[in-house]
């Protein structure tokens, strides 16, 4: 029986094939050429957001290679990873994350990318591989329609753009938070 209802549409037959897919973000194959991710997290794991589906589906992505995913899991630092900062916010008090400037900059982009002290993002990382699970597509044809089909189709809690996303405004609120901290903290 399928997870996701109107399973006759290409997006919802690809979600389908790629909840089959999931895997420990260890052992999933990572194909070296471009193609869509979706992040799913498992059963037991938890953040203060709600979920469409029982897939358990957290985020759509596209990526231009392997070491680009795989730098989610293991980057020393969120700064370059939307999907990091999304959940080191929802994650920032259970994992005691303290927010930081991405560099040493005036630039505005290295508040608004914060980025976690060295303990706090390896406890991130730690929490992201014990907590999700990954799922690669490879595709070198219109990547970008097919990670929009899928978020549209999917609605997943942290893509903030692409869909009406109602957890939008509370996951945006805690960025904005560790922002604001990232801010204060060398003055």
């Not at 919802?12 to 070296?32: D, G, H, I, Q, W």
């Not at 193609?35 to 203060?48: E, I, K, N």
């Not at 990954?134 to 997943?156: F, K, W």
Request: glycine residues 4%; contains cysteine; charged residues 25%.
């Amino acid at each position: 029986m399928p997870i996701f209802s109107e399973a006759a549409t290409p997006a919802a037959a690809l979600a389908e094939t790629l909840v089959a897919r999931r895997r420990s973000p260890s052992t999933v194959p990572l194909p070296e050429v471009p193609g869509v991710y979706v992040l799913f997290l498992r059963s037991g794991a938890t953040l203060p957001i709600e979920m469409e589906h029982s897939a358990r589906v957290l985020y759509v992505g596209m990526t231009e290679s392997s070491l680009e995913l795989r730098d989610h899991f293991t980057a020393p630092s969120s700064g370059f990873s939307t999907i990091r900062r999304s959940l080191g916010a929802l994650l920032k008090d259970d994992l005691t994350l303290s927010a930081t400037r991405r560099g040493p900059g005036p630039s505005r982009s290295n508040i608004t990318n914060y980025c976690f002290d060295t303990s706090g993002e390896q406890r991130l990382s730690d929490w992201m591989r014990r907590s999700l699970d990954v799922a690669v597509y490879p595709i070198s044809d219109d990547v970008r329609s097919l990670e929009a089909s899928l978020i549209n189709h999917l609605r997943p809690p942290l893509n903030l753009t692409g869909w009406k996303n109602p957890q939008r405004r509370i996951v945006m609120a805690l960025r904005k938070a560790c922002a604001n901290e990232a801010e204060l903290e060398r003055r």
